[in-house]
Nanobody
Framework: EVQLQASGGGLVQTGGSLRLSCEVSGFHFENNAIGWFRQAPGKEREALLCFSGRDGSTDYAADSVKGRFTVSSDNAKNTVYLQMNNLKPEDTAVYSC??????????????????WGRGTLVTVSS
């Protein structure tokens, strides 16, 4: 059974850091890319970036997180991490991960998600 579970959210002050985890089961992220998303209160879901475990590449969909958010992975733990630095109040949202249908990240990866994980709330205080 394919499952994804995002965790690691919490309350952090402006300028702080958090590391979110996306633990996967039922597949391996070397065979399916992983997309990270967020949804702020009252707003639509926003695509942030896509990570391909096959070559370790990251494609950013949101300019607002470039230079602040990075991705890493741990094969032994079947987990993809989203490291978020220099957090801002506008980063407050529920963050989630999704399985991309392809190994590598297509331009429109956010339209190619077949499984979603339960999100985790990140709150950045000013």
């Amino acid at each position: 059974e394919v499952q994804l579970q995002a965790s690691g959210g919490g309350l952090v002050q402006t300028g702080g850091s958090l590391r979110l985890s996306c633990e996967v089961s039922g597949f391996h992220f070397e065979n399916n890319a992983i997309g990270w998303f967020r949804q702020a209160p009252g707003k639509e879901r926003e695509a942030l970036l896509c990570f391909s475990g096959r070559d370790g590449s990251t494609d950013y969909a949101a300019d607002s997180v470039k230079g602040r958010f990075t991705v890493s992975s741990d094969n032994a733990k079947n987990t993809v991490y989203l490291q978020m630095n220099n957090l801002k109040p506008e980063d407050t949202a529920v963050y989630s991960c999704g399985r991309v249908l392809t190994i590598f990240c297509p331009v429109n990866y956010y339209h190619n998600i077949d499984y979603w994980g339960r999100g985790t709330l990140v709150t950045v205080s000013s």
